[in-house]
T-cell receptor
Framework: AQTVTQSQPEMSVQEAETVTLSCTYD???????LFWYKQPPSRQMILVIRQEAYKQQNATENRFSVNFQKAAKSFSLKISDSQLGDAAMYFCAYRSAIFLRGATNKLIFGTGTLLAVQP | SAVISQKPSRDICQRGTSLTIQCQVD?????MFWYRQQPGQSLTLIAT?????????ESGFVIDKFPISRPNLTFSTLTVSNMSPEDSSIYLC???????????FGPGTRLTVT
């Protein structure tokens, strides 16, 4: 079974600085997707960035980028120029890309990292 | 992406009663999911809501406790039955867009059972 591990329960960053959130995962599959979701106090889950495992190039979305190391099964999120609105819980998630009959292809989440942004 | 709405946004319920949560999507989607997020915890999948057939439940979740309906491609309901304080959680609806691997979430329903 696949697992996702986020070893940093809490992180803090100064406004305008850069922070990196760690995520590792375990899988025997070669084809999958990885995601970072943001959950602010409003509890809305917001998709921040996604990565296809077959792509070597790291995904970027404005101030958000990932460092995807497939061999190491690592998927870290870098937030540049941190803003107060980035304060939230961040979840790393895995989804299999293998569509088996009857399979749900569900998202498997890590335990989350609570990011605080200091003014 | 998709616009997903949930009703109610929050509720406080008595032990032993049931609550039905509605999820509405602004476009037809292939897969709809229901997740539970217990206080301070991560998300756990309850079940996949299949259109026209019974939902597929994850280990630890049963249909008698969490009956699900999906009458069409844009709507689903989750009922939390015979509630106890342990059911106090946020319940989130999620959808997978047709032809995409991405999943999007509704705003969630915060349930408190007293």
């Amino acid at each position: 079974a696949q697992t996702v591990t986020q070893s940093q329960p809490e992180m803090s960053v100064q406004e305008a600085e850069t922070v990196t959130l760690s995520c590792t995962y375990d899988t025997s599959e070669s084809d999958y997707y990885l995601f970072w979701y943001k959950q602010p106090p409003s509890r809305q889950m917001i998709l921040v960035i996604r990565q296809e495992a077959y792509k070597q190039q790291n995904a970027t979305e404005n101030r958000f980028s990932v460092n995807f190391q497939k061999a190491a099964k690592s998927f870290s999120l870098k937030i540049s120029d941190s803003q107060l609105g980035d304060a939230a819980m961040y979840f790393c998630a895995y989804r299999s890309a293998i569509f088996l009959r009857g399979a749900t292809n569900k998202l498997i989440f890590g335990t989350g990292t609570l990011l605080a942004v200091q003014p | 992406s998709a616009v997903i709405s949930q009703k109610p946004s929050r509720d406080i319920c008595q032990r032993g009663t049931s609550l039905t949560i509605q999820c509405q999507v602004d476009s037809q989607v292939t897969m709809m999911f229901w997740y539970r997020q217990q206080p301070g915890q991560s998300l756990t999948l309850i079940a996949t809501a299949n259109q026209g057939s019974e939902a597929t439940y994850e280990s630890g979740f049963v249909i008698d406790k969490f009956p699900i309906s999906r009458p069409n491609l844009t709507f689903s309901t989750l009922t939390v039955s015979n509630m106890s304080p342990e059911d106090s959680s946020i319940y989130l609806c999620s959808v997978a867009i047709t032809g995409s691997y991405e999943q999007y979430f509704g705003p969630g329903t915060r349930l408190t059972v007293t």
